[in-house]
């Protein structure tokens, strides 16, 4: 498959979204949910291309998919910035400050910015030890996506099911190549 394909099959949540805002009841909540989830379910299917390669080698496609999450990502901070703050810088650092699943969201965004930002042939041999950070990121946004909820649903437990098997598939992998080279 073309990288060109799969961009646009990552593009269809986006047309799924304006497609469907208008009937929302609470738009903003409804951009939240929408945006939180693309962004996650996207960022831990790239982390996911590792622990399959032995079934199907996708490698190829990491880097289109850990766009896309940051792509979500952007538009969920976008949907806080610009039609939850209404562009009040102010109340963006209250708020950043007041609610701790907010501020681990913020700090998730900015080192997906940053890995976005870095991205580049050029810039990625000089930054890639840092694109490690991306497991941080896994278990940051899965804890702000279960404090953003009341009561936990099986959605957010299968985040949590899945951050932990990748993480013990990178912990598994690290012992290994430690143990070959030791
Ligand atoms: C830029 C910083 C961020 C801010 C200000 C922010 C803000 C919020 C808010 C206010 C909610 C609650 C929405 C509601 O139900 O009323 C939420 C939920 C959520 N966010 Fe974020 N977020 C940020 C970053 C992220 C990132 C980087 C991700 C994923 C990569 C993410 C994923 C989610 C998910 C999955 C939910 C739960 C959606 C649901 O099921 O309702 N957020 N976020």
Redesign the pocket.
């Known amino acids: 498959m073309k990288k060109t394909i799969l961009a646009l099959l990552l593009l269809t949540p986006l047309c799924y979204l304006l497609w469907s805002v208008r009937s929302a009841n609470d738009p ?2 409804y951009i ?2 929408f ?3 693309s ?2 379910t996207i ?1 831990m299917l790239s982390l996911a291309v590792s622990p399959l390669k032995k079934v199907v080698n996708l490698m190829r496609y990491r880097k289109v998919l850990g766009l896309f ?1 940051f792509f ?2 952007l538009l ?2 976008i949907n ?2 610009v039609l ?1 703050a209404q562009l009040d810088f102010a109340f ?1 650092v209250k ?2 400050l007041d ?1 701790p ?2 501020y681990l ?2 700090i ?2 900015l080192i ?1 910015l940053f890995m976005a930002l870095s991205s580049t042939k050029k810039l990625f041999r000089k930054f890639s030890s840092y694109h490690k950070a991306v497991y941080i ?1 896994l278990v940051l ?1 899965t804890i ?2 279960s404090m ?2 009341k009561v936990l649903s099986s ?2 437990y299968t ?1 949590i099911i899945v951050t932990f098997m990748l993480l013990g598939y990178r912990v598994y992998e690290k012992n290994k190549r430690r143990k070959i080279i030791g």
């Open positions: 903003i909540k939240y949910t945006t939180g989830t962004a996650i960022l999450a979500y990502a969920h901070f806080f910035y939850d963006v708020e950043t609610k699943f907010v969201g913020m998730s965004f997906l990121v946004v702000h996506a953003a909820q959605l957010e985040y």
